[in-house]
């Protein structure tokens, strides 16, 4: 198998507008770090694979869609993932999916394309090894402050072998840092440790990992880092601030744990003689509903207008409800915003931080979903699947819960992306459409829609 990396730089002008917040005070206003699109491709002598990923808020369809038409003239099929900043441009994030705004359709289309060639033409002989593990203090289920900050983080490691035409670049004097061309991280936890009222570009803990990394590894080692399936993990409950000291600390983390699984017996992901194949299928999702139905989440219309769209606070004039409104179940029965209001009053007024923000997450959740009881027609997404050698990947649309990709176990080594190739939003499990928290109330899909996902998944794994 030949392996290789490439980059290109994903620069953002001053003034243009980001993405990720809802009450973000301005467009971009500096840089803290560059943002960039990465790829890897693998070629088995006949196919060719490649894995992009983009220091973006989301990928949406138009965009897939034109990458990979692009990747399929070099003979490529082409994952674009994004690495989910919300400290980039705005690229369309609207949960159910939207148009990729100009100019960065054309701008993204022509750095991945970049990214790409650059992987191909980088391509050496080179081993998988993939390990797994547990990362601790970095990410957590963000709507469940008691939540153990413990997820699955799973670095594949890429080593030089021998080529016909070159020296054993692994021979017994070189050291493991020499044998190895890169490493690819799946990080499943929202790289958002940046406050909305941050106007700095920047790829966030993404990028930041990324340096950690380069700072451990050296300079000719590359490394992909891509968000995995963390639709409710965040750094909510680990962060101890919103700077980049402290993206430095969590990223320092993560890079020390990376390296402590380099060092752990591996599993083979793929060698010499390993193949390529990959599968995609199509799924409508049922549409979720304000109005009506089991699995919906309906408005009282009497005070939804009463949201400050510039900030967190919500004006309540019909004053406080009797109603808690965390009881019961968001899918049958009509979210209150005035409850909820009173909620976050509540929680502020007893100077619990943490409280607070969970309350002013649910009316986050209320202000940022479109009105769904207009849509017509289900939502399209793809699945995608492939093999290369022994290691198992899958690529979800949007955001969904870690335990979706959890439930995905093909035996073998296996990752699973989040953030590729489309946007539907949110995709909570079933179970979770029983509370009323912020991904609930915003998703677009009805409940059982990550549960198809993943079935989805392990039957494309199956047939390949």
């Known amino acids: 198998m030949r392996v290789g990396h490439g980059r290109a730089n994903l620069p953002v002008p001053d003034n243009t507008p980001m993405g ?78 939207g148009p990729t705004p100009a100019p960065w359709l054309d701008r993204l289309t ?43 983080l799973t670095v594949i490691a890429v080593r030089h072998t021998a080529d016909e035409d070159e020296r054993l670049v692994g021979c ?6 020499e044998q190895l061309a890169g ?33 451990r590894l050296g300079p ?18 680990t962060r101890r601030g919103q700077d980049a000291a402290e993206l430095n600390r969590l990223a320092a983390i993560v890079a020390d744990r990376c390296l402590e699984l380099l060092r752990e017996p591996p599993a083979r992901a793929w060698s010499a003689g390993s193949g390529i194949a990959w599968a995609a299928q199509r799924l409508e999702l049922a549409p979720a509903r304000l109005d009506e139905g089991p699995g919906s989440v309906p408005v009282d219309r009497a005070v939804e207008s009463v949201g400050d769209q510039a900030g967190d606070r919500v004006r309540d004039p019909i004053g406080d409800r009797a ?20 909620d976050l009053r509540a929680a502020e007024a007893s100077g619990d931080p943490v409280a607070a923000r969970l309350a002013r997450s649910r009316l ?43 439930s995905i176990t093909p035996g073998g080594p296996v990752m699973v992306l989040g953030y590729v190739n489309g946007y539907p939003g949110y995709l909570p499990t079933a179970e979770a459409y029983g509370r009323t928290e912020y991904e609930v109330l915003v ?22």
């Open 20 to 97: 990720g917040y809802l009450d973000r005070p301005g467009p971009s206003a500096g840089l803290l770090d560059p943002l960039s699109v990465d790829a890897i491709t693998w070629f088995d002598g006949e196919r060719r694979f490649a894995l992009a990923t983009a220091d973006i808020i989301c990928v949406n369809e138009d965009l897939a869609h034109r990458v990979r038409s692009d990747a399929r003239s070099l003979g490529c099929e082409l994952w674009l993932a994004a690495s989910h900043t919300h400290s980039g441009p705005e690229t369309g994030c609207v949960p159910g999916g």
């Open 110 to 152: 022509e750095a991945v394309g970049t990214a790409v060639q650059r992987a191909i033409e980088d391509e050496h002989r080179c081993d998988g090894e993939a390990h797994h593990g547990e990362l601790h203090g970095v990410g957590a289920d963000r709507s469940r402050p008691s939540a153990p900050a413990v997820v699955p």
């Open 172 to 177: 017994d004097e070189a050291s493991e840092n």
């Open 183 to 215: 490493v690819l991280v799946v990080l499943p936890v929202h790289p958002t440790v940046l406050p909305a009222a941050s106007r700095l570009v920047s790829a966030d803990l993404v990028g930041a990992v990324r340096r950690a990394l380069h700072a």
């Open 220 to 237: 000719d080692v590359w490394a992909l880092v891509a968000t995995g399936a963390a639709g409710d993990i965040s750094t909510r409950h």
């Open 323 to 342: 109603v808690d409104p965390i009881e019961g179940s968001a899918g049958d029965r009509a979210v209150d915003l005035a409850a909820l209001a009173a």
């Open 364 to 406: 986050e959740g209320v202000r940022a979903r479109p009105d769904r009881s207009g849509r017509e027609g289900p939502i399209g997404v793809h699945v995608h699947a492939a093999r290369l050698g022994e290691l198992s990947v899958v690529g979800l649309p949007g955001e969904p819960f870690l335990a979706v990709a959890e």
């Open 443 to 464: 998703s677009q899909v009805a409940p059982g829609s990550a549960e198809a996902l993943a079935g989805a998944a392990r039957q494309l794994l199956e047939d390949l």
